[in-house]
Nanobody, 124 residues
Framework: QVQLVESGGGLVQAGGSLRLSCAASGRTFSAYVMGWFRQAPGKEREFVAAISGRGGSTNYADSVKGRFTISRDNAKNTVYLQMASLKPEDTAVYYC?????????????????WGQGTQVTVSS
């Protein structure tokens, strides 16, 4: 069992930056692909970014490529999402997720564990 706790959300103006963190419980953190997803009101949950267990591979949604950076610190059991040049359309609840597999996936159904989410609001 893995428990995930996100933090770092908030209200920011367009063009600003935020860093989200996701702390995971458990001793095998490096065995999990970690992903970030987001869900805006009235929309389906969508993939944002993911990172392999040892951090050697990453994948980004086209909408955030060049603006967001995912990273992880396995010694701290934590994954991060650095968000820059934020836009109002980035407004959503952001979720951290863990997938017990060496293969990065972009489909939410392929992730085994989820955090409770953290709200990011970007004002124009």
């Amino acid at each position: 069992q893995v428990q995930l706790v996100e933090s770092g959300g908030g209200l920011v103006q367009a063009g600003g930056s935020l860093r989200l963190s996701c702390a995971a419980s458990g001793r095998t953190f490096s065995a999990y692909v970690m992903g970030w997803f987001r869900q805006a009101p009235g929309k389906e949950r969508e993939f944002v970014a993911a990172i392999s267990g040892r951090g050697g591979s990453t994948n980004y949604a086209d909408s955030v490529k060049g603006r967001f950076t995912i990273s992880r610190d396995n010694a701290k059991n934590t994954v991060y999402l650095q968000m820059a040049s934020l836009k109002p359309e980035d407004t959503a609840v952001y979720y951290c997720a863990a997938r017990l597999s060496p293969v990065i996936a972009v489909t939410p159904q392929l992730y085994n564990y989820w955090g409770q989410g953290t709200q990011v609001t970007v004002s124009s």
